[in-house]
């Protein structure tokens, strides 16, 4: 795998609809580089102590979403290029695909938030065929930011 860059992909405001799951970041590597995922996020906007913690599934699933909004990296490291990844936010309608045994469940109160940052050496690698995701259930509306930095 050559590595060409660092990139970052961030979007604000995306509504949860209650009980409702969605894909609110997906990552799809591009035809030619799998891409190593260095760190991501979610930060909610609730404002209740006391809120059921929202469901965040976080890992690769077998197929993209159907339906959701694709978005632009920037590039985080200095130089020239335009990610290979595909980055996709927002989905309206989510896919057939089913995790894999890599996704891990995190409950986040909807009142703060969670940033991963990879030890060194155990990023998360995806492969040329994979689909990686943030996967959220909220049990009350709520609006979440998501984000995530990968290089390729």
């Known amino acids: 795998m050559s590595q060409t860059g660092l990139y970052r992909f961030s979007q604000d405001a995306i509504a949860l609809s209650a009980a409702t799951v969605k894909t609110c970041l997906e990552l799809s590597p591009g035809a ?13 906007d609730g404002v209740s102590a006391s809120a059921v913690p929202v469901k965040v599934e976080e890992g690769r699933f077998s197929s993209a979403v159907t339906t959701a909004t694709t978005g632009t990296a920037g590039k985080v490291d200095a130089g020239d290029g335009t990610a290979a990844c595909t ?3 927002s989905t309206s309608t989510e896919g057939a695909g089913t995790a894999d ?7 986040i109160s909807p009142t ?5 940052i990879a030890p060194m050496g155990q990023e998360i690698i995806l492969p040329l065929s994979g ?7 909220a049990a009350a509306v709520v609006n979440v930011t998501v984000g995530v930095v990968w290089e390729e």
């Open 32 to 44: 030619a580089d799998r891409c190593t995922i260095k760190e991501w996020w979610v930060d909610f």
């Open 87 to 89: 980055v996709k936010h």
């Open 101 to 107: 045994a890599s996704v891990i469940v995190h409950r």
């Open 112 to 116: 703060t938030g969670y940033h991963y």
């Open 131 to 137: 689909f990686w995701r943030l996967r959220l259930t």
